[in-house]
C-alpha cells in the first residue's frame, strides 16, 4: 500500500459495505485519504464508505449523506449529515445506497473533468 499516491491518480473512490470498517484501521489508508483531500483531488464515497473519511478526519466542514447508520460518525467528524440520496460539496460527492450508483457516478465524472452522454 505504501506505493500508492495519490499524485499519481485523478480521484478516489471509496466503496460502501463492510470494507470500509475494516481499512480505516490502517494508517497508510487513513493518509492516502488525506492526500486526496489536501490536493483537492476529487472523491466519491458512497453508503459505509463514511466511515474511512470519519477516521481520516477529513469531514469538517463539509455536507455529506451516507448510509443512515453512519450519521452519528459523520457528524461526530465535523460533517453536516443530510438524508439525501446524493449530495456534492467541493470535491466530494457522497451517496447513500447502490440504487444512487447512476447520480453519484455521473457527479464524480463531473467533478473529475468529463461528462456522461447517451
Known sequence: ??????????????PGGRAPEYIRLYDETIKLVQDFFAAGKPVAVICHGLQL????????GYKVTSYPACAPECRL???DWQSESVIIDKNLVTAQAWPNYPAWLRAFVELLGASISI
Open 77 to 79: 467528524a465535523g460533517a
Open 53 to 60: 473519511l470519519a477516521a481520516a478526519k477529513v469531514l469538517e
Open 1 to 14: 500500500m505504501s506505493d500508492v499516491k495519490a499524485k499519481d491518480y485523478a480521484g478516489l473512490v471509496v
